[in-house]
């Protein structure tokens, strides 16, 4: 079982930013697509944002589309969101999760992790 460890978390004033990161274990963390949903209280998880493998090919929910960056380094083992431009509607707990395509249905996902906790204050 894939073991995927969020970190980078936060309290952050609106307007801030924050660089969230996520660990795989193993050496087959290049073989995966990996992605970043969030689910704030009473809501559904929501797909934020996704990247292929190679990293070439990244995708966005629209309502981060132009603030969130996703990145990942196979060499690292490590996915990473970079969040700017925060408002307090992004207080979510955020999660990372791996899949062999990158899909928008969190159902579709095989491993996750416990997420860590973003909260932006207006």
């Known amino acids: 079982q894939r073991q995927l460890v969020e970190s980078g978390g936060g309290l952050v004033q609106a307007g801030g930013s924050l660089r969230l990161s996520c660990a795989a274990s193993?050496?087959?963390?290049?073989?995966?697509?990996m992605g970043w949903f969030r689910q704030a209280p009473g809501k559904e998880r929501e797909f934020v944002a996704g990247?292929?493998?190679?990293?070439?090919?990244?995708y966005y929910a629209d309502s981060v589309k132009g603030r969130f960056i996703i990145s990942r380094d196979n060499a690292k083992n490590t996915v990473y969101l970079q969040l700017n431009s925060l408002k307090p509607d992004d207080t979510a707990v955020y999660y990372c999760a791996a899949a062999g395509f990158v899909f928008f249905d969190a159902a579709r996902y095989s491993s996750w992790g416990r997420g860590t906790q973003v909260t932006v204050s207006s």
């Open positions: 990247i292929r493998q190679s990293g070439g090919y990244t």
């Open positions: 193993g050496s087959t963390f290049s073989t995966y697509a």
